[in-house]
């Protein structure tokens, strides 16, 4: 077979680095993240995994699922983690090495938030993703730092008082931009040409390097597992998750060709059944304002 | 040189068959070989077949590489019949004996 017929539907590489039979639920978004990471990076590339859904996914000994060197750290240090192996590879003369931690959020936006931030102020060579699945969700379903308001969660429970979570997603890649950090994106599942293609231009640059990948989660957002790259999808045009790249000081926001509302969003996800009009309306008042202060950034940084 | 364990055994190992409730089947006379479902299967269930005795809606896609489902990993999740912009796979239910 000639082989640009061959490869014509191809949209991304490939090559897998990531074997089937692994431990993931159903529909699992965190999966198609690390199968696509993989897919940019290649075959010489170290991954770090924090205490996660993604601790467990490989299965037990002797098993591993990726065909790559995974090494598991301890919760909040993934951060320190990169920077030894990082460290470490450049003695052994491996420069070209990728070196990549690979943590949840609440790894990410709560436990590991110093061991990150450390890691970035430090400058060394690496990528840190972070797999946003918006909870602690290999525990059960635990509230986090990077869970949406109005998500119901185990220690969110709604019942009569109507305890969803009542504060705002702090969104880490934001803080990541604050931090000036040289490189940082944000992507997800649905869209695995713009994900590859940002880790791509990330390898790039020889310094630290951020990406916050949405990760949807059926089985901690309570929707049907056939969903999770069309709720992916919603998500970006709904404007709860923005995809931008920042990098040499410039923001740049893709807009979605589509857009929703966030009544459309909210309504396919049994997390945020309980909510009423007012509560979607102060979710869709805190999209907006967030997605106006990025196009303010990104017009600043323009130098238009 | 000290000998430490290494996990390196491949999870192939685990057929994951047993997860599935719902089998997708593909209609391979609608199906236009896009790739699609291969691109968001989390489970790598979708393999390439490069062969061209599969069935096909016209002779330019008959010379494409086919998505086959592999069902020994296959979890049944169901993404890649809601994916698929032909619709052409379709969930039906395992009719597996209850001993
Ligand atoms: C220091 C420490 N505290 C708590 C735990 C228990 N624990 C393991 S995984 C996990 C949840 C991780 O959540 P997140 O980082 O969002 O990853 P996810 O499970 O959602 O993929 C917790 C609390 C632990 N392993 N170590
Ligand atoms: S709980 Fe969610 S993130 Fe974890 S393995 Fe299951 S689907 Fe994936
Ligand atoms: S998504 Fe549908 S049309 Fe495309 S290759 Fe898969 S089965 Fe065929
Ligand atoms: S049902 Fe899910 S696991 Fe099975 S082939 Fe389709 S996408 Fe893959
Ligand atoms: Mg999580």
């Known amino acids: 077979m000639p082989e640009e017929v061959n490869d014509m539907p191809f949209s991304i590489p490939r ?9 993931a639920c159903h529909g699992c ?5 690390m199968r696509y990471v993989l897919k940019a990076l290649g075959k010489d590339t170290v991954v770090s995994v924090p205490a996660s859904c993604w601790a467990v996914i490989p299965g037990a000994m002797p098993n591993r699922t990726l065909n790559v060197p995974m090494v598991y750290t301890p919760f909040a240090a993934t951060g320190a983690s990169i920077t030894g192996l990082r460290v470490a590879m450049d003695i052994l ?4 090495c990728n070196v990549v931690g690979f943590a949840g959020d609440g790894g990410t936006a709560d436990i590991g938030l110093q061991s990150l931030s450390g890691a970035m102020e430090r400058g060394h060579n690496v990528f840190y993703i972070m797999y946003d699945n918006e909870g602690y969700m290999n525990t059960g379903v635990q509230r986090s730092g990077s869970t949406p308001y109005g998500a119901e969660t185990t ?10 979570k009542h504060q705002q997603k702090k969104v880490v890649a934001d803080l990541m931009m604050a931090q000036g950090v040289p490189y940082v994106a944000t992507a997800t599942v649905a869209y695995p040409e713009d994900l590859i293609r940002k880790i791509v231009n990330a390898k790039k640059i020889a310094g630290p390097k951020f990406i916050q990948i949405l990760s949807p989660c059926p089985t901690g957002w309570y929707f049907p597992t056939e969903k999770t790259i069309e709720i992916s999808r919603m998500a970006v045009q709904s404007g709860m998750f923005p995809l931008y790249e920042y990098s040499n000081g410039k923001l740049r926001v893709t807009k979605p060709s589509k857009t929703i509302s966030i009544r459309d969003y909210v309504s396919v996800q049994d997390r945020f059944m309980h909510l009423d009009e007012e509560d979607v309306s102060n979710l869709q008042s805190a999209v907006d304002q967030r997605m106006k202060n990025l196009l303010d950034r990104e017009r600043e940084t323009s130098g238009a | 040189m000290m000998r430490v364990p290494l996990a390196d055994v491949s999870s192939r190992v685990n057929h994951t068959d047993s997860w599935r409730i719902l089998r997708p089947e593909i209609d391979y006379g ?8 291969w691109k968001f299967c989390p489970d790598n269930a979708i393999t390439v077949s490069e062969s061209e005795d599969i069935k096909s809606p016209n002779e330019r896609v008959a010379r494409l590489e086919a998505p086959v489902i592999d069902l020994d ?9 809601n994916e698929c912009p ?8 395992e009719s597996r004996g209850v001993n």
Do not use: Q, S, W
Not at chain 1, 29 to 33: K, Q
Not at chain 2, 86 to 93: A, I, L, S, T
């Open chain 1, 15 to 23: 090559e897998e680095f990531m074997e089937p039979g692994h431990t």
């Open chain 2, 86 to 93: 032909e619709d052409c796979v379709e969930m039906v239910y």
């Open chain 1, 29 to 33: 978004g965190a999966t198609l993240a």
């Open chain 2, 73 to 81: 990993y296959c979890k049944g999740c169901g993404i890649c019949a």
């Open chain 1, 93 to 96: 003369g491996k420069e070209d």
């Open chain 1, 155 to 164: 220690t969110t429970p709604v019942r009569a008082e109507r305890n969803f």
């Open chain 2, 30 to 37: 609608k199906c236009i070989r896009c790739m699609i479902c």
